[in-house]
């Protein structure tokens, strides 16, 4: 995707992000995208998730650099959980980081993840928590810890800080992010009705081999139109 294109695309992004509540409040956190093998163009912390423009995108290297403007500060303090996952990542096209409540709390209380319903077992046994004492990742060390966490997964809980979400897209990862706090939201409203964990191993195996390989980039892309009509539409009319 040229940049013009990708930068409106991130900003849509953004706006569904910040609408169905995976930003958080909205008064941090960052969406960035790979765009070249240098730079990365990337939500500054300044700009309005909601009011965000494509000229507000700004541009960094993988020291954490501007290149649209040398010199100038970025306003993205944690740019290392960014470069460091792209280093690590080549598959990783795009990067969410934010601090949405129910799957920050989710963490924070050593709750699990369970296949409650369809959307918790396409996360269960593939969410993996960094306890690093709820430190702002702002160091490149400290971004390579975040790296090696999220291993191989499409998602990591950050304990008592927030989530970042990598995927081969900016349609994968705003689906992802939507899904995992909609379903840290229904662990927290089990866990306040029954004791964890609720189901037998029996029953949790059963539900996660049956639907082994049922997700697809196809069912992203087709959730990614939805999650856009809904809440750019919504918001527009």
């Not at 303090?77 to 990542?89: F, M």
């Not at 971004?143 to 998602?155: K, S, V, W, Y």
């Not at 927030?162 to 990862?173: M, P, Q, T």
């Amino acid at each position: 995707m040229r940049e013009p294109a990708l930068r409106e695309e991130l900003v849509r992004a953004c706006k569904v992000l910040y609408a169905a509540k995976a930003a958080g409040d909205g008064l941090g956190g960052h969406l960035s995208a790979r765009l070249d093998e240098r730079q990365i163009l990337i939500k500054p912390r300044p700009v309005s998730w909601w009011k965000l423009e494509p000229q507000d995108l700004i541009l960094i290297d993988f020291a954490g650099a501007r290149t649209d403007q040398p010199g100038q500060p970025s306003g993205v303090t944690e740019w290392p959980i960014h470069a460091r996952i792209y280093a690590a990542r080549p598959d990783v096209q795009c990067i969410f980081h934010a601090h949405p409540s129910a799957s920050t709390m989710m963490a924070a209380l050593n709750i699990q993840m369970e296949p409650l319903d369809q959307d918790c077992a396409s996360l269960t046994d593939r969410l993996p928590v960094l306890d690093n004492g709820a430190v702002s990742i702002s160091t490149p060390a400290l971004g390579d810890e975040a790296a090696r966490a999220l291993g191989q997964m499409g998602a990591v809980l950050l304990k008592n800080h927030g989530c970042v979400v990598a995927g081969a897209g900016i349609a994968e990862v705003c689906v992802a992010a939507c899904k995992l706090e909609k379903s840290a939201e229904t662990m927290l409203r089990a866990a306040s009705l029954a004791k964890l964990p609720l189901l037998s191993a029996e029953t949790r195996s059963a539900i996660l081999a049956a639907r082994k390989g049922v997700e697809s980039g196809s069912i992203s892309q087709e959730r990614w139109r939805m999650l856009q009509d809904y809440y750019l539409g919504r918001a527009d009319a």
